[in-house]
């Protein structure tokens, strides 16, 4: 999980934030109001939150904007390992 943030936070202020709230993932400042970041604009971010799973080819398998809930989100993980582990070679 990679977090980027977009509400103007700098470094300091966002390190402070993942600190406080025990955030394990790693996480980017991206300068730059909403879409105006270099993160965001290479990524088309309109909104936020919004949610990637990226598979380990580096494609795009699912993507929400806005929450999707939980649910979701542990759905379309458990569909991509189910996937990898079926293509793992036999032990």
Do not use: C, H
């Not at 977009?6 to 966002?14: D, E, F, P, Q």
């Amino acid at each position: 999980m990679i977090g980027v943030n977009v509400s103007g936070y700098g470094v300091k202020s966002l390190k402070e934030t993942m600190t406080k709230e025990k955030l394990p993932w790693r996480s980017f400042a991206d300068s730059g109001s909403i879409g105006q970041g270099l993160i965001a604009s290479k990524w088309n971010l309109s909104a936020t939150p919004t949610f990637y799973i990226i598979d380990p080819k580096g494609v795009i398998r699912s993507k929400w904007v806005g929450s999707p809930g939980a649910k979701a989100i542990d759905t379309a993980l458990d569909k991509l390992i189910k996937e990898a582990e079926g293509n793992a070679p036999e032990k």
